[in-house]
């Protein structure tokens, strides 16, 4: 196998893959973060922007289902990986596992604060279902467009304060935590996806994943706008004031659509993969904005309620 670097071409590297091509030197590993006591005080807790706040909210609306499919479509292929790329899909279950559960929190505070989520819930897992039925491969497929979209968006967030530098404190840290692992993970269901299509040929594999991306490019777009809508016309903000501020939002402003464009763009090039891109000192830079932390280590199960709570001295983390 040749010796790949991070920004080497892969176009020939499904014939070659032997186990991934994450950075051997990038551990990925469940930080087990708890952000459950932090209560969301504000109801516009993006430095009172409605229109910023209905973002993240209807982006979390999403995780605690997605990430368990997620979870559920990669464990179906891990025992038919190699050993390094299988370690890799456990880590990336239990992190994910913790990203559900954390959300799930925060949309549970999010209707305290008497927001209607089912109507955004209901069309989530309408599109899951939907996607849960298609053949394995499809399911595969749809998780590596989704976990590139996700990865993304991750980076425009820590690579622009500007994103959340006016929200709430503890809000914040949850989201670039989040926002970190999806970056540490970022390869992992794209190589499961080389790996399962290994026997394929070039234009097979880009086609199926060029048309996938576009279809659920498409409905991830729409469907969040319309979340976002949603949520403003539960706090009055509805018609030509409610457009308005979404576009320039999404566009204009602080406009992560738009700054997600080239990044998206570079999923349809041949021979593309993830860590094309090394944005790996994001992780600390992220890390360092939510505070030193001691890395919990989960035990051998996918079941993050089973993570062990120990707080291990030699894990102890310390973040410049």
């Known amino acids: 196998m040749k010796n790949l670097t991070v920004?080497?071409?892969?176009?020939?590297?499904?014939?070659e893959i032997s186990g991934s091509a994450t950075p051997l030197d990038l551990l990925i590993q469940s930080r087990n973060r708890h952000f459950s006591g932090a209560e969301i005080e504000n109801r516009?807790?993006?430095?009172?922007?409605?229109?910023?706040?209905?973002?993240?909210?209807?982006?979390?609306?999403?995780?605690?289902?997605?990430?368990?499919?997620?979870?559920?479509?990669?464990?179906?292929?891990?025992?038919?990986?190699?050993?390094?790329?299988r370690r890799e899909i456990t880590a990336f279950i239990h992190q994910e596992a913790v990203h559900s559960r954390e959300h799930a929190c925060?949309?549970?505070?999010?209707?305290?604060?008497?927001?209607?989520?089912?109507?955004?819930?209901?069309?989530m897992n309408s599109v899951m279902d939907r996607i849960a039925d298609?053949?394995?491969?499809?399911?595969?497929?749809?998780?590596?467009?989704?976990?590139?979209?996700?990865?993304?968006?991750?980076?425009?967030?820590?690579?622009?304060?500007a994103h959340l530098d006016h929200a709430?404190?503890?809000?914040?840290?949850?989201?670039?935590?989040?926002?970190?692992?999806?970056?540490?993970?970022?390869?992992?269901?794209?190589?499961?996806?080389?790996?399962?299509?290994?026997?394929?040929?070039?234009w097979q594999r880009w086609k199926k994943k060029t048309l996938f991306m576009l279809k659920i490019s498409k409905g991830f777009t729409k469907n969040r706008i319309k979340g976002m809508l949603?949520?403003?016309r539960q706090d009055g903000i509805t018609g030509l004031r409610a457009w308005t501020g979404v576009l320039h939002y999404a566009l204009i402003g602080p406009a992560p659509f738009r700054r997600t464009l080239l990044p998206w763009l570079q999923f349809f090039k041949p021979g593309f993969h993830p860590w094309d891109i090394d944005d790996r000192y994001l992780i600390?830079?992220?890390?360092?904005?939510?505070e030193a932390a001691i890395l919990d280590q989960p035990e051998e199960n996918d079941n993050v309620t089973v993570f062990d709570e120990r707080r291990k001295s030699d894990r102890l983390r310390k973040v410049a």
């Open 7 to 15: 920004n080497q071409s892969r176009t020939d590297l499904p014939n």
């Open 44 to 85: 516009h807790w993006v430095g009172g922007d409605p229109i910023g706040t209905a973002f993240y909210n209807a982006l979390s609306v999403t995780f605690p289902r997605g990430e368990r499919f997620f979870m559920d479509v990669l464990r179906g292929f891990r025992n038919r990986t190699p050993e390094k790329l």
């Open 106 to 123: 925060f949309n549970q505070q999010l209707t305290d604060s008497d927001y209607d989520l089912s109507k955004l819930e209901q069309t």
């Open 134 to 161: 298609m053949p394995e491969i499809d399911q595969l497929a749809a998780t590596t467009c989704l976990e590139h979209i996700t990865a993304i968006i991750a980076k425009e967030l820590i690579a622009n304060p």
């Open 168 to 202: 709430d404190d503890e809000q914040r840290k949850m989201w670039l935590w989040h926002a970190s692992e999806e970056i540490e993970h970022k390869g992992v269901a794209y190589d499961t996806w080389l790996h399962a299509t290994r026997d394929w040929s070039r």
């Open 230 to 232: 949603e949520l403003l």
């Open 284 to 290: 600390q830079l992220a890390e360092s904005e939510y």
